[in-house]
């Protein structure tokens, strides 16, 4: 089992960055593919971006590709969101998750994920 915390969001406006972080528990990081979604108000919750156990393939969204970076580090148990040309529309709760599977897999949908962090903030402004 892992248990996920994110931190980093915050208010920024429109154009700039912010990077996010997610702190896993647990001795078996490197297990798990991992993802952020993110959820606007009133919208469903969405994926944005995935990354493989050892790093090595990572998937994004159309919407935040070529903006967004999703990188981790097995050694610290932490997986990061860089976001930057932010735009009001990437206004949500960003959600990191965890998925057991294979070395190489990049699970996009939701239901692939079964440990979530609790999400953190971010909001655009134009």
């Known amino acids: 089992q892992v248990q996920l915390v994110e931190s980093g969001g915050g208010l920024v406006q429109a154009g700039g960055s912010l990077r996010l972080s997610c702190a896993a528990s647990?001795?078996?990081?490197?297990?798990?593919?991992m993802g952020w979604f993110r959820q606007a108000p009133g919208k469903e919750r969405e994926f944005v971006a995935t990354?493989?156990?050892?790093?090595?393939?990572?998937y994004y969204s159309d919407s935040v590709k070529g903006r967004f970076t999703i990188s981790r580090d097995n050694a610290k148990n932490t997986v990061y969101l860089q976001m930057n040309s932010l735009k009001p529309e990437d206004t949500a709760v960003y959600y990191c998750?965890?998925?057991?599977?294979?070395?190489?897999?990049?699970?996009?949908?939701?239901?692939?994920?079964?440990?979530w962090g609790q999400g953190t903030q971010v909001t655009v402004s134009s």
């Open positions: 990354i493989a156990r050892t790093g090595g393939n990572t």
């Open positions: 647990g001795r078996t990081f490197n297990t798990y593919a």
């Open positions: 998750a965890a998925s057991q599977t294979s070395i190489w897999d990049v699970p996009i949908g939701a239901t692939r994920y079964g440990y």
